[in-house]
């Protein structure tokens, strides 16, 4: 079990470019995953879609936290309205989110809440894996419950991903994201007259290799009420990806004005980017030998230096002192 917290420490990220695609194995929601989430008052403004973007959130600010654990169905209130569930979310100790997560689907069965218990009878398809930039679905969900009346839930979610690039959040750079929007619309009928309606844009930012959004931006419409808010993550513990596909050896590490790398690699290239993913040297690599990278010059801090090969990528993190 791991228990992330957030606002403690500066969260240190590979800085890639490529297309994040997610998997059920690399953004699936799973038992014993435990978060502890900042909340954040959204001003409702979104920031453009695309490639290679760079969202800057680095401005919003956390009014409260709050924990975000993956727990087992069957431990849940009302858990036999939800048999089709294997984790449930569960938010700030108040409400639950039910999901049946699979190799292929991430479906929401149901919600509860204050006492209230809303299976779905047609669940809600929230994610399909694999997904990658430009993938999108639509999707019919609902359900009956009782809430003081019987209610009959009905809509539909369409799901986009609809950008990927770097996330800047307050205390954390964040490359290797893709951003999925999530549309949901939806109402709650009692004897086949609508006394709700739904109209809600969710964006959630996933990073590849955490369970879970590291932000989530909602825009709630129902009459006349509009509601925004946001939640984040920083996980400084996930965020270096080793993809040890070829030997790659950096050294000192600290170092103070130059570093060698020694690599088995040859027609390949070597990279070395600052934290918020500046290109900051860059050199092909023609065969084998050790190669001397001086960035006396260049601010301390962290440096990702990333060695490119026809067999793969390797990326490894430096401080310069």
């Known amino acids: 079990m791991k228990r992330i917290y957030i606002l403690v420490n500066v969260l240190i990220s590979t800085a890639a470019f490529a297309q994040p695609t997610l998997e059920q194995s690399n953004v699936g929601e799973v038992i014993g995953d435990n978060y502890v989430t900042s909340i954040t008052d959204w001003d409702g403004v979104i920031s453009s879609g695309g490639s290679n973007q760079t969202w800057d959130y680095s401005n919003i600010v956390a009014t409260s936290t709050s924990p975000l654990d993956h727990i087992n169905p069957n431990t849940c209130p009302s858990a036999g309205s939800f048999v089709n569930a294997n984790v449930s979310a569960f938010y700030n100790n108040q409400s639950y989110v039910h999901l049946n997560v699979t190799a292929t689907d991430n479906d929401v069965v149901g919600q509860y809440a204050s006492g209230v218990a809303i299976p779905y009878s047609d669940p809600e398809k929230v994610l399909k894996y694999p997904f990658t930039m430009g993938d999108s679905f639509v999707d019919s969900f609902g359900g009956t419950f009782f809430n003081g009346a019987t209610f009959v839930r009905d809509g539909n979610v369409t799901v986009t991903a609809d950008g990927y690039g770097t996330l800047i959040l307050p205390n954390s750079t964040i490359t290797n994201v893709l951003r999925v929007k999530v549309s949901e619309d939806y109402g709650d009928a009692v004897g086949g007259v609508e006394v709700y309606h739904y109209n809600i844009d969710i964006y959630k930012f996933y990073k590849p290799g955490i369970n879970t959004p590291v932000l989530t931006l909602t825009h709630i419409e129902y009459g006349t009420v509009v509601i925004n808010h946001g939640a984040f993550i920083d996980d400084p513990s996930l965020t270096i990806e080793e993809n040890n596909t070829q030997e790659l050896s950096v050294y000192p590490n600290p170092f103070s004005t130059n570093f060698t ?48 090969s026809s067999t793969g990528v390797n990326d490894m993190k430096l401080v310069k002192e």
């Open 261 to 308: 790398v020694e690599t088995t690699t040859d027609n390949g290239k070597i990279e070395v980017f600052d934290i918020l993913g500046n290109l900051v040297y860059y050199t092909e690599v023609v065969e084998q030998n050790n190669v001397v990278i001086d960035l006396d010059n260049n601010e301390s801090g962290i440096y990702i230096v990333r060695v490119t």
